[in-house]
C-alpha cells in the first residue's frame, strides 16, 4: 500500500514528504490571497487548498501534480460572491464538482489531446507571466482608504534582496546537496535570516491570520429551487470548465517534465470529488496548480504522496503552525515564485520565430496575451478555433486535380486532396460543364470525402452537368457518399467497382470511440 501512494519506492518517500512541505509553504499566501480576491475569508481559501490537495491525491489521475485554491477559479466567484452571497458560492463550487466528475465518466477528458501545440505553448508562457504579475502585488501596501499604492524604496530593496537570495540558494545549493530540496532550504534560510536579524519586512500574517478549526460539514444555506438554479448552474459550469483545462493542460505539463502518463479521465473525477467535498465543507473550490505543481516536481515529488504531504502539512499550519507560518516573509515566497516562473516559461519559444509558420507563433502569442488579460477558459478555446480555421484554410488549398481523355474519348477529373467545407469552393472550381464532352468522369481515388459539406458539394456537381446535358461518372466513392447523394438519376452514374473502403470522417471517429477501450 504505502508502495502505491509514493509513486515509485519507499526511496522516494522522504523526497515526497520533504516536497509536500516545501510546496505547502509557498501555497499559502497564493490561497490567502485568491480567497481575498473571491471577497471571502482567508480560511476558505486554505481549507479548498487543503482538502484539494488530499481528495485529488487519492482519486485523481496524475501523481505528482498539485490541486488548490487558484486565481482562475476566484475570478469566477466574485460577482456571484458579491451579487449573492457566500453560500451561492458554496452551491456552485458543489454543482461544479458534480458537472466535472460527469465530464470524466462520460470519457471527455481525453480531449484535451486536441489541443494544439502552439496553444499549449501559449498557455504555458501565459501562465508564467500571471505568475509573474501576481507577485508585483506583494510590492504595494494599502492605505487607510483602501486604495493600494507601492510601498517605500527601502522596503521594496529590503524584498528584492531577500527575493535574490532566496532565488540564489534554490538555483546553487543542489550543486552541493541533494539531501534537501533547495527550495525549502531557502524558505528556512529566508526566514531565519529576516528573524535573526530583525529585518523589518512583510511577513504572511500580514495579510491575514491562517489560525482555524477542523472545518464542519455544511449544507449551503439557500433554496433549493429552480431559481437558485438558475442563478448558480452559469457560474457552476464556467468554474467546472475552466478548472478541468487548467487541471488538464497542468496534467500534460507533468507528463512532459516527468516522462510519464497521466489518466485525464481519472483526474476529471478526482477534481470533480474534490470540489464537492470542498462545497459541502465551507470551502471556495479550486483545480490544478501549474506554479505549485512545478515546485512539487522540481523539488522531487512525484507520488501521490507528495500530494498528500501538501494537504496534511497545510492542515497542520491552520490547526497548530500558523505561528510560525505567519512569520515567513512574504519576499521568501516571492523568490520562489520567481523561479517557478524562470522554470514555467517557455524560453525556446524566441528561437521559434522564422523557424514555424507564422501562423503557429501568431496562434501560441494570442494564447498568451488573452490568457494574461481575460483567463484561460477563453484563451484555450480562442487558441483551439484559431487553429482550426488556420488548418482549414491551408488544407481548402490542397484539392486539386489531373485532366485527361481517356480512350473512348470521355473527360476524366482524377481528384487529389481533402474534400471538405473549406474546399468546396475550390472543388468547384476545378469543372467546366459547359466546355466539357458528354461523357465526364471524376475520378475519387486519390481525394477523401470528410464531411457534409463536401456531399453537398458533389451533388451540386451533379446538379451543375444535369442542367447542361451531360452525363457524368463518379467513380471511386465511399458507400456513405453513394447513398447520400440526392441527385442521381440516370444522368449521373456512381461506379461502384473499386470503390475505397474509407469512411467519413465522423462515422470514423464515431466507429473509433464505440470500438475504443475505455480511457484510463
Not at 485529488?56 to 501523481?63: E, F, K
Not at 482555524?212 to 438558475?230: A, K, Q
Not at 488556420?390 to 474519348?409: D, L, M, S
Request: net charge neutral; aromatic share 8%; charged share 15%.
Amino acid at each position: 500500500m504505502f508502495n502505491l501512494i509514493s509513486r515509485h519506492s519507499p526511496d522516494n518517500a522522504k523526497n515526497d514528504i520533504l516536497s509536500g512541505l516545501t510546496v505547502a509553504l509557498a501555497l499559502v499566501p497564493e490561497a490567502v490571497a485568491f480567497a481575498l480576491v473571491a471577497h471571502v475569508h482567508p480560511l476558505l481559501g486554505l481549507y479548498a487548498a487543503f482538502m484539494m490537495a488530499l481528495i485529488a491525491a487519492v482519486l485523481g489521475g496524475r501523481p505528482g501534480m498539485i490541486s488548490g485554491a487558484t486565481g482562475a477559479i476566484a475570478v469566477v466567484v466574485v460577482a456571484l460572491v458579491m451579487q449573492h452571497g457566500i453560500e451561492y458560492l458554496f452551491a456552485a463550487v458543489i454543482l461544479m464538482g458534480i458537472l466535472q466528475v460527469l465530464f470524466g465518466l462520460l470519457r471527455l477528458g481525453k480531449f484535451i489531446r486536441l489541443v494544439p501545440y502552439p496553444v499549449f505553448l501559449g498557455f504555458v508562457n501565459g501562465l508564467a507571466i500571471v505568475i509573474f504579475l501576481a507577485q508585483l502585488e506583494h510590492f504595494k501596501v494599502t492605505d487607510a482608504t483602501g486604495h493600494k499604492h507601492w510601498m517605500s524604496v527601502e522596503s521594496m530593496a529590503v524584498m528584492a534582496v531577500l527575493a535574490i537570495v532566496t532565488m540564489a540558494i534554490i538555483q546553487f545549493l543542489p550543486r552541493l546537496t541533494k539531501a534537501i530540496p533547495s527550495t525549502l532550504a531557502a524558505i528556512v534560510v529566508g526566514t531565519v535570516l529576516v528573524m535573526g536579524l530583525g529585518i523589518d519586512t512583510k511577513t504572511v500574517g500580514d495579510m491575514a491570520s491562517i489560525a482555524g478549526d477542523l472545518p464542519r460539514f455544511h449544507i449551503p444555506d439557500v433554496p433549493w429551487n429552480w431559481e437558485t438554479f438558475t442563478i448558480v448552474f452559469p457560474y457552476a459550469f464556467v468554474m467546472a470548465l475552466v478548472g478541468l483545462i487548467e487541471s488538464l493542460l497542468t496534467l500534460n505539463l507533468v507528463d512532459e517534465l516527468t516522462e510519464t502518463v497521466g489518466r485525464p479521465n481519472q483526474e476529471c473525477i478526482g477534481q470533480g470529488v474534490a470540489n464537492t467535498v470542498t462545497g459541502l465543507f465551507g470551502g471556495m473550490g479550486g483545480c490544478a496548480m501549474v506554479g505549485q505543481s512545478m515546485i512539487n516536481i522540481k523539488s522531487g515529488g512525484r507520488g501521490r504522496l507528495s500530494r498528500i504531504a501538501t494537504g496534511v502539512f497545510l492542515l497542520l499550519f491552520i490547526l497548530v503552525g500558523s505561528p510560525l507560518i505567519e512569520r515567513i516573509p512574504i519576499a521568501v515566497l516571492i523568490g520562489v515564485m520567481f523561479m517557478v516562473v524562470i522554470g514555467t516559461f517557455e524560453w525556446g519559444s524566441f528561437k521559434l520565430f522564422g523557424k514555424v509558420p507564422w501562423p503557429d507563433v501568431v496562434i501560441g502569442i494570442t494564447v498568451a496575451v488573452v490568457t494574461v488579460f481575460f483567463d484561460l477558459a477563453v484563451a484555450v478555446v480562442t487558441g483551439v478555433i484559431l487553429s482550426a480555421l488556420v488548418f482549414a484554410w491551408q488544407h481548402a488549398k490542397h484539392i486539386g486535380v489531373r485532366v485527361y481523355f481517356n480512350e473512348k474519348g470521355g473527360k476524366v477529373y482524377a481528384l487529389s486532396g481533402p474534400l471538405f467545407f473549406a474546399s468546396t469552393q475550390n472543388f468547384q472550381e476545378l469543372f467546366t460543364p459547359r466546355a466539357d464532352p458528354d461523357e465526364v468522369i471524376v475520378d475519387f481515388q486519390n481525394s477523401r470525402v470528410v464531411d457534409h459539406s463536401a456531399l453537398e458539394a458533389i451533388d451540386k456537381l451533379a446538379e451543375r452537368y444535369k442542367r447542361a446535358g451531360k452525363r457524368l461518372h463518379l467513380v471511386h466513392l465511399s458507400p456513405e457518399c453513394r447513398s447520400l447523394l440526392k441527385t442521381a438519376g440516370d444522368l449521373v452514374e456512381v461506379n461502384v467497382v473499386e470503390d475505397p473502403t474509407y469512411h467519413l470522417v465522423v462515422d470514423k471517429a464515431a466507429e473509433r470511440l464505440q470500438k475504443e477501450p475505455a480511457a484510463r
